[in-house]
Structure formats: structure tokens, C-alpha cells
């Protein structure tokens, strides 16, 4: 069987909506449940997450053999693994800030400007399969494990994310420029070497142009642009669950 992505379609509303519906299905399932039930549940949607990602890349290994799409460093692959994490000991505040403010609104990102599944001459195909599902899990996951309190954050967890994001962000510019060299095809983990098809990413790209340092190339201008949108959508990420939080407290 063959279908064709179209954006904007009724079925890519479905994809929009879909994460949310099923996130708060199973919150008002769950939410009178024991804590380990919840847990039970979220560990479960994790392992479908990192069954998905590992079908995909075992795939992508097959029939292209290694390259940089065979190494899970894009925000969508350790998204996966992320939200297991947290879902096995929500305790890891960092990991869960790191989840919730970078990796859920990246994914969510992913699921409504899909224009990279218009490329897919078949979407029915292991890849854009693990694409839909996955991005779209990915959104539901990290809100059950918000509206479960799984994810519970504060500023403090919220300032050491910044920490360990900034630095793999910087680095991300060099593994791709390494890559590209070594496998001579484009390395794109974090979008940091190009914007891909996402159209407000697009239209940051075009702002600057391409300069080269040290063997390094980039555009300053969409790493600088990229870097403080990351920031300022983490911290609105963060501001949302702690509204959850003031919520689910006034309710006790």
C-alpha cells in the first residue's frame, strides 16, 4: 500500500491533534490511579518510543549503511530516550526539564510543519511510519508525564538544561561539519548546519549567510537566531508546567 503526505491535510490535523487527545485520554484514565500504574503507563508509551527509534535506525543502517541518519542525535531520537528515562525515575529533574522544554516542543514542531513527509514517495515506509508515530508519541508521552507530575521542574533544573544544551548546541555545528566531511553527506543534528524544510527556519537561514572558521562552516545569524528562539521557547515550556503545578496545588 502507498499514500503521499499532504500538508495541511485532514490527516495532518489529525497528527496535530492526535498528541493531545490521546495524552489526556489517558491522563483522565490514570489520573485517580496509583502512582506506579501511571508510571507503568509512561514506561510503556517510552519503550514504544525507543522501539520505534531503534526499528527506524536498524532500517536505515540496512539499506544505506552507516551514515550520520544511523546515529540518534537529532532532538527527535533522544527525545525517545529521554522520556523513558524520565518515565523510569521522574526524580531526574534536569533530564526532565531537558524532556519537557527542548524535546516536546521540538517533536510538536516536528508533527505541524511535517513538510519533510511530502518528500516520502510513500509514507506507509518504515521511515515516514517511524516519523509520524514517533513525533507524535513523542508530544503525547512528555504530556502524560506532565499532567501526571512526573515531570516536575523548577528554575533550578530549568538553569543546569540551559547548561547541558548550550554546549552540545555548539557542538552539534562541529559533529555536522565533521560528518558531512567523513560520510560525505549532510549532517544536520539540531538543525545547526541548515534549516531544513520548516519554513520559519527557512526564513532564518536567509538572514545571514554562510561563513567558514577553522574549517567550520555556519551562519552565524540562524545559530544566534536559533539559539535564542531555543531559549525563550525552553523557558515558556518551563512557565507552562509551572502553571500546571499552581493548578494542580489550588486543586488539593
Same mark, same amino acid.
Given at each position: 500500500?502507498?499514500? #503521499? +503526505?499532504? !500538508?495541511?491535510?485532514?490527516?495532518?490535523? +489529525?497528527?496535530?491533534?492526535?498528541?493531545?487527545?490521546? &495524552?489526556?485520554?489517558?491522563?483522565? +484514565?490514570?489520573?485517580?490511579?496509583?502512582?506506579?500504574?501511571?508510571?507503568?503507563?509512561?514506561?510503556?508509551?517510552?519503550?514504544?518510543?525507543?522501539?520505534?527509534?531503534? $526499528?527506524?535506525?536498524?532500517?536505515?543502517?540496512? $539499506?544505506?549503511?552507516?551514515?550520520?541518519?544511523?546515529?540518534? %542525535?537529532?532532538? =527527535?531520537? %533522544?527525545?525517545?530516550?529521554?522520556?523513558?528515562?524520565?518515565?523510569?525515575? /521522574?526524580?531526574?529533574?534536569?533530564? =526532565?526539564?531537558?524532556?519537557?522544554?527542548?524535546?516536546?516542543?521540538? *517533536?510538536?514542531?516536528?508533527?505541524?510543519?511535517?513538510? &519533510?513527509?511530502?518528500?516520502? =514517495?510513500?509514507?506507509?515506509?518504515?521511515?515516514?511510519? @517511524?516519523?509520524?508515530?514517533?513525533?507524535?508519541?513523542?508530544?503525547?508521552?512528555?504530556?502524560?508525564?506532565?499532567?501526571?507530575?512526573?515531570?516536575?521542574?523548577?528554575?533550578?533544573?530549568?538553569?543546569?538544561?540551559?547548561?547541558?544544551?548550550? /554546549?552540545?548546541?555548539?557542538?552539534?555545528?562541529?559533529?555536522?561539519?565533521?560528518?558531512?566531511?567523513? %560520510?560525505?553527506? #549532510?549532517?544536520?543534528?539540531?538543525? $545547526?548546519?541548515? /534549516?531544513?524544510?520548516?519554513? /520559519?527556519?527557512?526564513?532564518?537561514? @536567509?538572514? *545571514? @549567510?554562510?561563513?567558514?572558521?577553522?574549517?567550520?562552516?555556519?551562519?552565524?545569524?540562524?545559530?544566534?537566531?536559533?539559539?535564542?528562539?531555543?531559549?525563550?521557547?525552553? +523557558?515558556? !515550556?518551563?512557565?507552562?508546567?509551572?502553571?500546571?503545578?499552581?493548578? #494542580?496545588? =489550588?486543586?488539593?
Amino acid at each position: 500500500m502507498q499514500a #503521499q +503526505f499532504e !500538508m495541511w491535510s485532514m490527516f495532518h490535523y +489529525f497528527m496535530v491533534v492526535f498528541p493531545f487527545v490521546l &495524552a489526556v485520554i489517558l491522563y483522565i +484514565f490514570t489520573r485517580d490511579k496509583a502512582f506506579a500504574v501511571k508510571r507503568r503507563v509512561a514506561i510503556a508509551m517510552g519503550i514504544i518510543l525507543v522501539g520505534i527509534l531503534a $526499528t527506524r535506525q536498524i532500517y536505515v543502517f540496512g $539499506t544505506d549503511g552507516l551514515g550520520p541518519e544511523v546515529f540518534p %542525535f537529532h532532538i =527527535s531520537h %533522544f527525545a525517545n530516550i529521554l522520556l523513558l528515562i524520565v518515565a523510569i525515575n /521522574p526524580n531526574l529533574r534536569v533530564t =526532565s526539564a531537558i524532556a519537557w522544554c527542548l524535546a516536546v516542543p521540538a *517533536g510538536l514542531a516536528a508533527v505541524v510543519f511535517a513538510d &519533510a513527509l511530502e518528500t516520502y =514517495s510513500n509514507v506507509l515506509s518504515i521511515r515516514g511510519l @517511524s516519523y509520524i508515530l514517533g513525533h507524535m508519541l513523542i508530544v503525547a508521552t512528555g504530556l502524560y508525564l506532565l499532567l501526571t507530575e512526573m515531570i516536575r521542574i523548577d528554575r533550578r533544573a530549568l538553569l543546569k538544561a540551559y547548561a547541558i544544551v548550550v /554546549p552540545l548546541y555548539v557542538l552539534s555545528v562541529i559533529v555536522n561539519n565533521w560528518f558531512t566531511d567523513i %560520510f560525505n553527506e #549532510q549532517s544536520n543534528y539540531l538543525f $545547526t548546519y541548515a /534549516p531544513g524544510s520548516a519554513a /520559519p527556519l527557512v526564513y532564518l537561514y @536567509s538572514l *545571514g @549567510s554562510d561563513i567558514t572558521v577553522a574549517g567550520v562552516t555556519f551562519n552565524p545569524v540562524y545559530i544566534l537566531s536559533l539559539t535564542i528562539i531555543g531559549a525563550v521557547v525552553m +523557558f515558556l !515550556m518551563y512557565l507552562l508546567a509551572k502553571l500546571w503545578y499552581v493548578r #494542580q496545588d =489550588s486543586n488539593l
